[in-house]
Every structure is written in C-alpha cells, then in structure tokens.
C-alpha cells in the first residue's frame, strides 16, 4: 500500500532563511498531492495543492514542487517568520476522493 | 477558516457509555469525512461518505459507526467507549476537488 514519509525530527531554521521540507512516497504516483498546515490541538488548514502534470507551484512565501520520478515533493517557506512555526502535512490522492496523510514534520522559526 | 464545526470540542468519559461526536458543515459539500489522529502521528481515515444515505468504513478498522441523513450533518457514534478509543477525532469535508476543510476536532478521553 502506499506509503508517505516525511522527516520526523523537526526542522529548526533562523527567521528569514527558507525552509525545506521533504515528502517520499513508495508506491504509485499520485494524481495529486497536497500540503497542510497542523497547529496544536487543531486541524489541518490546506496550503496547496499540486498535480502530477505540474512541477511546481506557487503561493505567496510557499513553493512546492512535484518529481514523480523521485516520487518526492519538496516544501519551501521564503523569509520565514515565528508564525510559520507548526506542523506541515504531505498529503496524497488515494483514489475515489480519498486522501491518505503524512504524519508530518514540525518546524520551529526562531526569532 | 472553513465552515466546519465539531462539538464537544473535549471530552472525558468512562469506559461502557455510549458518545455521538458531532460534525456540521454549511457549505453544502457532499463528501465528509472522520478521521482518528493521535499525537505526532498521521491522520487515519475511519469513515467516509459521498453524499446523503452514503457511508463506507476507512482504512483504519474502527468500533464507531457514522450516518448521513442530511447533506450537512455527518456524526459519529461509539456505542461503548474504551481506553483504545482515547484520540483526536477530526472531521473534514471536501467540495469535490482534492482540497479537505477540516472542523477543529474532538479530543476524546476515555478513563
């Protein structure tokens, strides 16, 4: 079955600097994939939203792309800020409108 | 923030009574969703339904069951709770693309 992997030691970066996460996954490529943002004691928030004909995508301070080749996407926050400080979701298209998610890496954003 | 509510947002029970957790969304999507989140770890999809009268289990075995007798109403009931069932619930709706809106969750003790 598919499965998702995302680092789990959190990522700590300086205000300002960009940061990068990483998300794998082992099976087939999906039709899409996704990101969220998870703050504590909440839920999800979608961010973004790529597909498998797209390599990259843009909002704002966010970047994702999408290498069906590596069967990897990589999350990028410009000139982060304390408030970006949660946790960040991989999430991929498992058919039939169902979505299966990572279990997500925190990022810390030191002021 | 997304039109998605859960009620209670906490709670504690003892082990042998009978919970509905209640999720309600005012933006008339068809598709809904339960899934089970304990800390750190991903979001595991325990029910879903595509629209009124429509309800299918997930991938993570669960003793819940969930109706559907109104587009926006989509609750979940254990009939007899136990510590295994202590756990974020998170309730998510989806307009028909791969985008979720997820409610703010139930935080679930059973004693």
């Known amino acids: 079955s598919q499965k998702i992997e995302q680092n789990s030691e959190a990522l700590n970066i300086q205000e300002g600097k960009t940061a990068t996460l990483t998300c794998n996954y082992t099976?087939?490529?999906?039709?899409?994939l996704q990101w969220y943002r998870q703050d504590p004691g909440r839920g999800p928030v979608f961010l973004l939203l790529i597909r498998e004909n797209e390599k990259e995508k843009r909002k704002e301070r966010l970047k994702v792309t999408f290498d069906t080749t590596l069967k990897q996407s990589l999350f990028h926050i410009t000139a982060s800020q304390p408030a970006d400080s949660a946790t960040y979701l991989c999430a991929l298209e498992a058919g039939g409108f169902k979505t299966i998610f990572g279990a997500g890496t925190r990022l810390f954003v030191k002021a | 923030e997304a039109d998605i509510y859960q009620t209670p947002r906490y709670l504690v029970i003892g082990t042998g009574k009978k919970i509905t957790l209640e999720c309600s969304q005012t933006?008339?999507?068809?598709?809904m969703y339960w899934y089970q989140q304990d800390p750190g770890m991903e979001l595991h999809l325990i029910h879903y339904s595509y629209g009124v009268n429509s309800t299918e289990k997930g991938d993570l075995s669960s003793e819940s069951t969930v109706s559907r007798i109104r587009t926006e109403h989509f609750p979940l009931t254990l009939e007899s709770a136990r510590p295994s069932h202590t756990s974020q619930y998170l309730c998510?709706?989806?307009?028909?693309?791969?985008?979720?809106?997820f409610g703010p969750g139930t935080r679930l003790t059973v004693l």
């Open positions: 099976n087939y490529s999906p039709a899409y």
């Open positions: 933006m008339g999507h068809d598709k």
């Open positions: 998510a709706s989806n307009p028909g693309g791969g985008e979720q809106f």
